[in-house]
């Protein structure tokens, strides 16, 4: 959430800043702002909404400083304005915050006390006044951070920009991610590597309770306790990655389309192809003697989980909880040594997630971190990695990240079941050959986007639609009303198919789309009672499924998207596609930005 940049350059930095702000608007876009020093004086603008309107304003006022932050901000503390947008300033500085101080109450009320007169609603100006105080104090600004950020707690990342120095930026981390950059004769701060992706790839991450001082000439850091440290310069591949959208009209469909590619990359990680086995997968405890299976997650994260679940119990009978993370980490469950928790996160910065993680790990569980991002927080803490190599997501709706996060656990399922000797050899291969061939029949999916976007029209006039689903596809279900909620606004539901009788069938009318995925398993014919259900209510079915579904239905369906003949294990990964297209063409015909939906943010660093 909020997304922070900070330049030391030999030019005039603003464009720079613009730019590394653009590849961080995922993280938040309700306002935007950037602070330099004209001929050392602090200068600031700032703007309501998207970076569009920043842009806007930097055209008409052009700043030519040579050192400048950045902020494109998700509003926690006070509405997306330009009194709340940051850099937040004191006299002496100005500050750029991703994050929650959660103490900024009792710290307010005594700088308030103390004289001085807040400008704005939000948590971050108590990190301003606080360094202002000790800078008054006669403090140098390290002294002044250094004291400062003694005073603060919650989850954080911040830069400050002093009046008069010329040659210095200051940074900290706690709980939220920060990057130094290093470039030539410039040196940079940054959310996360891809945004300084256009300037270097010489990157070094701060650690937790790290703080940072920048110049030109190099940057020094500082862990908890002040001492001197060294953080190590790691080649970041993010430069390569380029968050681009091609042809497409947004990242989300270009995102959705890489699928077949990206999933297929991801499998290759853990399956070797020529020989159909899984590659050797190092666990962080015996698979012999797991007890149980915690896993936790948060958003779309959290239903590949759920159908993880599934995959995990069927193949290597262990049982599995299952968790969000907002939940699990305050909940206090009983864990044990012979748990292993597995996190499912797409940025790997989610604070909830990462705080559960703590929370297994401090209670002697191993946790397996299955990651988008490598150099991620949560990828670092995992006891070890499983990496999805889905490429840099900038829509802020999951889409490729889901379906190579349901690639991995599949995976790791399967060799859970091989290593407890609950699946034999020729077992696995069968299974391994059902899910190399789900790329393939993703892209066939894909194809079928003209129909999808006819069916999109009738979404758009509905006020709420309800997705059906059993076995591994009812979390799709979820998924698909999910995805539905956050593009197009329109309010839907995922029900366990069986569930329809009590409570949702007393919603369904002619006016209430039904979604039904009915890939072809065991289950198949109790999910056909349910469409009947449904039809002889008057409800409006869109069914996803083979053929012979529809032949079985034998009902007059308002929609209907044949799907390819795929096994029973791994449908959910195939169909994911089209529950994906119909929310982002719904949004589009609609209107709807689809890949900036109002109020959501990609990246949740706080609670
Ligand atoms: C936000 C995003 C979702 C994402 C969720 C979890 O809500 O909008 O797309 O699924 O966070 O994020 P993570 O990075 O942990 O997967």
């Not at 997705?467 to 995805?483: D, F, I, M, S």
Request: proline fraction near 5%; glycine fraction near 8%.
């Amino acid at each position: 959430m909020c997304g922070i940049v900070g330049i030391l350059g030999a030019k005039p930095v603003a464009p720079d800043v613009l730019k590394a702000l653009k590849r961080l608007e995922y993280r938040g876009y309700d306002s935007a702002g950037i602070a330099t020093l004209e001929k050392g004086r602090l200068t600031r603008l700032r703007a309501e909404g998207k970076l569009k309107n920043l842009e806007a304003k930097l055209e008409a006022t052009p700043l030519s400083g040579t050192i400048g932050i950045g902020h494109t901000r998700w509003a926690t503390h006070g509405k997306p304005s330009e009194t709340n947008a940051h850099p937040h300033a004191s006299p002496r500085l100005a500050v750029v915050h991703n994050g929650i101080i959660e103490n900024f109450r009792a710290l307010r009320e005594e700088l308030i006390a103390r004289g001085h007169q807040f400008a704005t609603e939000t948590d971050t100006e108590v990190a301003a006044f606080l360094v202002d105080d000790e800078l008054a104090a006669g403090k140098s600004p390290v002294e002044a951070v250094g004291a400062a950020l003694k005073r603060l707690r919650g989850a954080f990342a911040l830069v400050y920009l002093f009046e008069g120095e010329e040659n210095l930026l200051i940074g900290a981390r706690q709980g939220a991610p920060l990057a130094v950059g290093y470039g030539d004769g410039e040196m940079y701060l940054g959310s996360d590597a891809l945004a300084l992706a256009p300037f270097t790839e010489r990157i070094a991450y701060l650690e937790e309770g790290d703080w940072v001082v920048v110049t030109r000439e190099g940057a020094v850091f500082r862990d908890a306790e002040d001492r001197v440290v060294k953080r190590r310069i790691i080649h970041s591949a993010a430069g390569g990655l380029l968050a681009e959208k091609g042809n497409y009209r947004h990242f989300m469909a270009k995102e959705i389309h890489e699928q077949p590619e990206v999933v297929g990359h991801t499998l290759a990680h853990y399956i070797d192809l020529s020989a159909l086995r899984l590659r050797p997968f190092a666990w962080p405890v015996d698979p012999a003697g797991i007890s149980r299976v915690s896993i936790i997650a948060c958003g779309t994260a959290y239903m590949a989980g759920l159908i993880g679940k599934y995959w995990i119990e069927r193949f290597a009978r262990l049982p599995v909880e299952i968790d969000v993370a907002s939940e699990y980490r305050y909940r206090e469950p009983p864990v044990e040594a012979r748990d292993l928790a597995i996190v499912i996160s797409q940025s790997g910065e989610t604070a909830d997630t990462l705080a559960s993680l703590r929370y297994a790990q401090a209670q002697g569980a191993k946790a397996i971190g299955i990651v988008n991002v490598p150099s991620s927080s949560i990828a670092r803490l995992a006891d070890a990695a499983a990496p999805t190599l889905a490429g840099p997501e900038i829509g802020v709706a999951s889409t490729k990240a889901f379906t190579c996060q349901l690639a991995a656990i599949a995976c790791l399922a399967i060799g859970l079941a091989r290593a407890r000797g609950a699946m034999s050899e020729s077992e696995e291969r069968a299974l391994l050959g059902e899910l190399v061939a789900a790329p393939g029949l993703l892209a066939q999916t894909l194809k079928l986007e003209p129909q999808i976007e006819h069916i999109a029209h009738r979404l758009a006039r509905a006020r709420d639609v309800l997705y059906l689903g059993r076995g591994p596809a009812y979390p799709l279900a979820l998924e698909g009303a999910l995805k539905l909620k956050e593009l197009s606004y329109i309010h839907a539901e995922g029900y366990a198919a069986g569930e329809l009788k009590h409570g949702p069938i007393a919603l369904i009318d002619e006016d209430m789309p039904v979604v039904v995925i009915a890939p072809r398993d065991a289950l198949l014919e109790k999910t056909v009672s349910n469409m009947q259900e449904v039809a002889a209510r008057g409800g409006r079915i869109i069914l996803i499924g083979e053929a012979h579904a529809a032949e079985e239905a034998a009902l007059e369906l308002d929609g209907f998207l044949p799907m390819p003949e795929v096994g029973a294990n791994f449908a959910p990964i195939v169909y994911a596609a089209t529950v994906q297209m119909l929310a982002y063409h719904t949004a589009v015909i609609m209107g709807k930005d689809a890949d900036q939906p109002r109020n959501l943010a990609k990246s949740v660093t706080v609670e």
